[in-house]
């Protein structure tokens, strides 16, 4: 099969296009012939040799990539063989493999796609939709809310300004230069009850300090690499609440899974996407690193 392998931690052009042997499902697993694979943030810092939160470094050679759409092809012993030329996606967890053209998951973690999603949507949703979910879930946002997302023009954080518009909250919408209606250098002095924090930082620390009395910062993640400076002491001084919407809280994912699936089918949520041949990857990564992408990041097979 073709995949595309990393064998020294490094730039992205250490991302290369190889023929290597195919996959076989084992007990309880299938094999999906993959159309669309997932590009997430976190493979670009994994890539580079940095650990990224819980997730440990891959052993080299490895195949990035946890998130895949396609058609089963081949079934392992204990799987009824009603699955092959099912349209599926299914998250690959911390075994990766994804960026191939083939790619093995246990049967119970696959989500059969209904015929409206398209193959790309559904990768979008499968992890960044989930992670999507638990964060609203955290927000509870209402339409009273004045609600600042930062990181707007990324995969979550475009499903995020659609959610709080859905609701009837104001939504502010805050990215890099030209990728969102306010620039985070335009941030300071606004006045919001909720901030979605993605970015951590300095932006970070400037977004939580637009909240009045009574708001609630939503940490789900830290794309400058730190961590938005916090201290219990500014939960005080601020009057406000402080909670991390991922990490360890994320463990109901079969559940979050099917509902921004759902919510993807139905039209609620409708996914950015920016593609990119498999082959290459390391311009994938390359354009999501220098903040050169829209919405979700996927390569397509």
């Known amino acids: 099969m073709r995949a595309i392998v990393l064998r020294e ?22 094999r999906i012939a993959v159309t669309v694979a997932g590009v997430h943030f976190i493979d670009t810092k994994l890539r580079q040799g940095g650990p990224m939160g819980l997730l440990p470094l891959p052993e080299l050679p ?17 799987v009824d063989d009603d699955w092959v030329g099912r349209r599926v996606v299914a998250h690959l967890g911390p075994a990766s493999r994804g960026y191939a053209s083939l790619a093995v998951r246990e049967v119970e973690a696959l989500h059969v796609l209904p015929d409206g999603l398209a193959d790309d949507a559904a990768v979008a949703m499968i992890g960044t939709g989930r992670t999507t979910m638990a964060i609203l879930d955290t927000a509870a946002l209402t339409a009273d809310d004045t609600v600042l997302v930062t990181a707007a023009a990324g995969g979550i954080g475009t499903l995020l300004v659609q959610a709080g518009r859905n609701v009837g909250a104001r939504v502010i919408a805050a990215a890099g230069p030209g990728k969102a209606e306010v ?11 909720v ?11 400037t977004a939580m300090e637009t909240l009045m009395p009574g708001g609630r910062l939503i940490l789900f993640g830290y794309a ?8 219990a002491g500014d939960l005080f001084r601020f009057g406000i609440t402080a909670t991390a919407a991922i990490g360890r809280r994320l463990t109901i994912t079969r559940e979050l899974e099917s509902r921004a699936l759902a919510a993807a089918a139905d039209g609620t949520l409708t996914p950015a996407i920016t593609h990119f041949p498999l082959a290459d990857a390391a311009g994938a990564h390359a354009a999501l ?4 992408t829209t919405g979700k990041v996927v390569l397509v097979v």
């Open 9 to 30: 931690f490094g730039s992205a052009e250490n991302l290369r296009l190889e023929e290597v042997d195919d996959p076989q499902p084992g007990p309880s697993q299938v």
């Open 289 to 292: 690193e220098s903040r050169r």
């Open 62 to 78: 490895a195949i990035p990539g946890r998130e895949v759409a396609g058609v089963v092809d081949a079934v392992g012993a204990g």
């Open 195 to 205: 901030v979605l924090d993605g970015v951590g930082g300095a932006v970070g620390r």
């Open 224 to 231: 400058s690499g730190e961590m938005t400076p916090l201290t």
């Open 183 to 193: 620039d985070y250098e335009q941030i300071e002095g606004l006045e919001t009850t």
